[in-house]
C-alpha cells in the first residue's frame, strides 16, 4: 500500500504503517494535553500505542489461520481506522474463510478476557461505551476497546470480519461471486449510515464511512476479476506492443524512451530477446541520483519480475502478482522469448470489457498497444 512504511517483519509477514498514523499519533498527544497536560498526552499515546498492537494481534490472527490452509501474507498495513492483512490468495472453501474471519475478533476476546483477570480492571457496557474517557482505568479501557473490536469486526458487512462471514454462509448456496456482490452492497449501504451519523455525533464516522464504502467496492470489483480470470488466458489480454530496452542500454537512453512513449515500465531483454527485468520510472530516478544519467539499466532494473507462458489463465498472473506485489508480469513463449506484458492497467481495461460483455457485447481479443 502506497504512503506506508515497514516497520518490522514477524514470521514473514512484512508490519508496515501508514504515514496517516502519525498524524492520528499527533491528533492523541495534542487532545489530551489540552486536558491534562503533557503526563495527560503521553498516556494518552501509549494508550492508542496499545490499541494497535492489539489490531497487530487480531490481524496476525487472520494470518495464523489462513497459514493453516496453506495461505500466505505477505504484509500488514496499520491504518488510523485499524490494520489490513494482505493475503496471498482467496481461501478455496466457504469454511476456510469462515474460520480465518472469525480467528482476529476470537484473538481481541481472549485479550479482552485475560486483561479482565487482571485484579482491579473491570468491563461492562459504560467502558465499552466511554474508552477514551481518561478517568476509566488504562486496562479496563484497553478491554473495552477489545470488546468493541469483535462487535465492530462482526457488523455482517463488507470490509469487516463479519462481512466475510457472511459470504462464507452465502457462498455455501451462490456463486462466489454473487456472494461477494451481497456482502459488498451492504457494506455500502452501512457506509452511508456511518457517514450520516457523522454529520451529527463523529465527524471520525465520515472518514470510516468513506473507507468502508472504497474496501466494499474494491472486494466487489475483485469478486468479478476472479469470477472470469480462470477462463481468460493471458494472451487475450497482454500487451504486446511496447518499447524495450537493451541490457547495454544506459539510464539516460531509458529517460528518453520514457519522454518519447506513454509508459512507466520497460522491459529489459538481452540480445536474443530473452526477459532479464523490468526498469521502471522510479528505478530510473533512483539510478539518476545514485550514479548518473551513465548507469546501465541492468545496474537499476527489477530482477524480481515473474515470468508465465502465454498459454496460462489470467487467474494465475493475477496470483503472481499477488504473491511478489510487483507492477507487471513478463509473457513469454514456448523459447522463453519475450512477447507480452500484464501490468494493473491491463486489469481495469479488462474490466471495461466485461462491462461491455454486460451490455450485450461479445468478449473478443483484447490488444492494448502503447
Known amino acids: 500500500m502506497g504512503w506506508s512504511f515497514k516497520i518490522g517483519t514477524v514470521g514473514g509477514t512484512v508490519i508496515r504503517v501508514h504515514i496517516t498514523f502519525s498524524l492520528l499519533l499527533v491528533w492523541i498527544w495534542l487532545a489530551h494535553y489540552r486536558v491534562g497536560g503533557a503526563p495527560a498526552a503521553w498516556e494518552g499515546i501509549a494508550f492508542i500505542l496499545s490499541v494497535f498492537a492489539c489490531v497487530v494481534l487480531h490481524e496476525f490472527g487472520h494470518i495464523v489461520a489462513a497459514r493453516y490452509f496453506g ?26 474463510e469462515l474460520l480465518i474471519a472469525i480467528a482476529g475478533p476470537l484473538v481481541n476476546l481472549v485479550i479482552a478476557g485475560l486483561i479482565v483477570l487482571v485484579p482491579g480492571a473491570s468491563v461492562g457496557v459504560e467502558q465499552i461505551i466511554e474508552v477514551d474517557d481518561p478517568k476509566i482505568g488504562f ?14 469486526n462482526m457488523i455482517p458487512a463488507f470490509p469487516m470480519d463479519g462481512g466475510r462471514v457472511l459470504r462464507a454462509a452465502l457462498a455455501s448456496r451462490l456463486t462466489w461471486s454473487r456472494a461477494t456482490q451481497i456482502a459488498a452492497m451492504i457494506g455500502q449501504g452501512l457506509a452511508f449510515v456511518f457517514g450520516f451519523i457523522g454529520l451529527f455525533y463523529n465527524p471520525l464516522l465520515i472518514f470510516v464511512g ?46 528518453e524512451m520514457l519522454l518519447a512513449t506513454t509508459q512507466r515500465e520497460f522491459p529489459v531483454v ?77 486489469i481495469g481495461e479488462m474490466m471495461m470489457v466485461r462491462a461491455a460483455v454486460s451490455d450485450g457485447f461479445r468478449f473478443g481479443r483484447l490488444r492494448r498497444h502503447q
Open 71 to 96: 495461505i500466505k501474507t505477505p504484509d500488514i498495513t496499520l491504518l488510523p481506522i485499524g490494520g489490513v492483512a494482505r493475503l496471498e490468495r482467496m481461501p478455496e472453501e466457504p469454511h476456510q
Open 139 to 152: 486496562l479496563t479501557r484497553l478491554a473495552g476497546v477489545n470488546i468493541f473490536l469483535v462487535f465492530f
Open 210 to 255: 468513506i473507507f468502508v464504502y472504497l474496501a466494499a467496492a474494491a472486494e466487489a470489483q475483485n469478486a468479478q476479476i476472479r469470477e472470469i480470470s480462470g477462463s481468460v488466458l493471458i494472451s487475450d489480454v497482454m500487451i504486446t506492443k511496447f518499447a524495450r530496452l537493451d541490457r547495454s542500454a544506459s539510464i539516460d537512453e531509458a529517460i
Open 270 to 346: 538481452d540480445s536474443a530477446g530473452h526477459f532479464e527485468g523490468l526498469l521502471t520510472r522510479d528505478d530510473m530516478i533512483r539510478g539518476l541520483k545514485d550514479k548518473g544519467p551513465d548507469m546501465p539499466v541492468a545496474s537499476a532494473m527489477r530482477v524480481d519480475i515473474p515470468k508465465i507462458h502465454h498459454r496460462k489463465s489470467l487467474e494465475e498472473s493475477l496470483r503472481l502478482m499477488r504473491q511478489g506485489n510487483v507492477p507487471a508480469i513478463a509473457v513469454v513463449d514456448g523459447a522463453d522469448h519475450l512477447i507480452g506484458l500484464m501490468t494493473h492497467e491491463t
